[in-house]
């Protein structure tokens, strides 16, 4: 099992440096040869080591090898070391599959572009470092790979690096998600002088319900400090500015990592953290406020996008609040159902949306585009039913996922209706918007100019296999949990009790509930309700009367400038943050520190110091005899004045 | 007897009229001698303690002293004259090579 | 036979004084010869009949014979005043009298001049240094030797005129 996971992880290594350091030297055939042969690799070890895990006896307990010590420090030891339970499981089985299906996609897309053996380098890099946060077993290791991530996303988003644009939306992403990693950082600082260990084992052993009480004030403040950082990598208010201008990016890389597997690292570090939130309610309410908030506020502004990645990239933030919807009401495993839905629909989403781009030579503005439905008939397909997935209709992936997630906002541990109100009504936003994006790209009469329509055409079968077989998993991968309300039984959220349900049982004990309320089953009859609603607007707006869309924006002038600006938080941050920080680097720590003090006073004046007191010395040995003479004489004169004298 | 101060007085006398002679001349032969002059005064001193403690030691190293001085005005005299051949000065300020 | 001391001291140091303050080179060499002699008699009184001998035969008869012979061979005429250095002009006068006032200081600090004198004379001829030269000291002796030739070779090496 400890080769498995090791042989799982090594083939992306591998190939990134065999891509990296000889792939300028390769055809673009060996690349993708040795990118999608890594790719491919790690997913075969990954379903083989669920296999294995799975088979093993001695039930469902978690497997924790350790191959070396890595950091020995004083009290501090952490190990190489790699935990596989049945929640690395899924995220293993997720990540790579859909990497390797992104990876086959990027094949086609990628061919054109320059850098063929970069971008395969990067992505392989990528899916080493995703492995590594999800296999690891202590925080530290983590660590790693999050940030490895992290440099990841900034090299493949800052890919076109030659783009100004682009090089500067690689920057914001990993400014701002430094800020998340701080948080991150100080978190488990925290964790090593609470626990005095950083391995998961230990930390979660440490936490025993007698001294839970005592420590709740740090493991909230830990639980906090942990969500920080998922705010910044997961996207979500107020650090979610950087996902939207991630799209510079080529859209396999949108795909893999800003939709299914980097931003969802936020999501598994708080479902796997769950000992410690479990302990922590207030830590726990915060991670839902705010995932519900989120999940509203970037509805609101896809509303009006008519960028199509970037839409697709605020649903993106938006579905990612309702994963910490699910893990901060208590129901962790319908996060992570989520999750898994979700990296399936919208990667889907994303490389349908780059099969369009690719057909019109780069168009973006969905108001430039229309009626592709007849030329692009796979893409349309596909992009479709992932948008019925995403919109939640019953029978695909998406709507036991989200369902599951609604159903925790009013019932679970710590759910609370208004949370269920605003959720439901978010997805009735994104049905709206979602629709509205499938309608404007491949209804109606083209909207683009005469020569970019005649030569739109359906993209090769390197680029529509993988949507085809994303598109069948956004419809299956919903049927492992079949809810309770239609006779099931749930196999999911069984499946992953092993892992969550001590908390969970835990956070059901301690919380204070108000009485049944709605039945499960009206629950899910509200929120069909709302996502009803949303389709028939969208279809009403773009099918039926078109004019209504620019109408409705003039009635809501106002409303509309604020939502089109994104609520103008990136000028707010500009004019709150990164002026004066411009202001101060430039006139105070560039002119000042800098220049005159090191510069000038530390470099220089250390060099000046010394060559006028080397210049002041050297009048001594002046050749002067006579002066040495006297020196001498002096010397001697004062030593024996020192000696004489009466002490 | 002699007091050994009187004779140590003397000693310092001679020494520092050396010393004054080593600092103030110009000429380098003027300088020579003053430095003899300062091996001199030691010299007495010898004499003086050798006296004054009853050790023959004394002497015996003013003997070495006046052996090495001899030794050394030899040289330092071949030394002045090769100076002088080529700097044809005999002027202490102008030998000043040693300069930095 | 005190008194012959102080009347030898005296001549010394006028003679060093002389020594300094000449212009001329002949003349300063001249009274070195004066102050070497003097010392010499000192040397007597104080009981080291050698190093009396000693010293008016290797010093003063050779040593300033080799000065004034070299002063002879470069014509080394009157001194010209002429620029010191700016230390030994400031500084050089009090420090001579502080290092003197220093030492003299210690000096009567350090040897009364009432303590006692030992009475008996050593033998110092020539035997007895003799016996201790080549007894304990036999080693310096030898070294001195080849100092001895060192200087010599020295002398000649660098005195020589340049081949043409």
Redesign the interface.
Known sequence: MELLLLLMLLPPLVGATVNGLLGRRFSQAAVSLVGCGAAGLSMVFALLAAWTYSSSTGGPVPFIHSYFTWIEAGNLRVDYALYYDRLTLVMTATVTVVAFLIHLYSRGYMEREGGYYRFFSHLNLFLFMMLTLVTAASYPLMFVGWEGVGLCSYLLIGFYFRKKSASDAGKKAFIVTRIGDAGFTIGVALLFWTFGTLNFQDVFAGITPLHAGEMQGTLTAIGILFFLGAVGKSAQIPLYIWLPDAMEGPTPVSALIHAATMVTAGVYLVARSHPIYSHAPLALEVVAVIGCLTAFFAATIALTQNDLKRMLAYSTISQLGYMFIGCGVGAFAAGIFHLMTHAFFKSLLFLAAGSVMHALHGELDMRRMGGLRHKMKTTFLTFSIATLAISGLPGLSGFFSKDEILAGAYGGPLGRPWLYWLAASTAGLTAFYMFRGLFMTFFGSPRMDAETARHAHESGSKMTVPLLVLALFSIIAGDVSWPKAFGGTEEFDRYLDPVFKPSEEFLRASAHHAGPGLSSGALMMFSLLFVAAGILVAYWFYLKATDRPARMAERFSRLYTILIHKYYVDELYNWLVVRPLHAVSEKVLWRRVDAQVIDGFMVNGTGEVMAGAGNFLRRIQSGNLRSYASWILLGATVWLAYVLWPH | ??????????S????????????????I??????I??ML?AV??AF??F?????N??G??F???V??????????G??????L??NRRS????D?????? | MVVLFYICAALAVTAALSVVMQRTPVYSALSLIVVLCSLAAVYLLLGAEFIAMIQVIVYAGAIMVLFVFVIMLLNAGRESSSRRSRMARWLGAPLIAAFLLEVLLTIWRQFPAKSATPSAPLDAGPAAIGHLLFRNYVLPFEVTSILVLVAILGAVVLAKKEQE
Do not use: W
Not at chain 2, 90 to 93: A, F, G, R, T, V
């Open positions: 007897m002699i007091p050994l101060s009187h004779v140590l007085t003397l310092v006398i001679l020494f520092v009229i050396g010393a004054a002679g080593f600092v103030f001349r110009t000429n032969i003027t300088v020579f001698m003053c003899e002059l001199n010299n007495l004499i003086g050798s006296r004054h403690l009853g023959l030691d002497q015996l003013v003997f070495f006046i052996v090495v001085a001899a030794a050394e005005a030899a040289v005299l071949a030394i002045i004259i090769a002088y051949r005999l002027n202490i300020e030998l000043n090579s040693m300069k930095m």
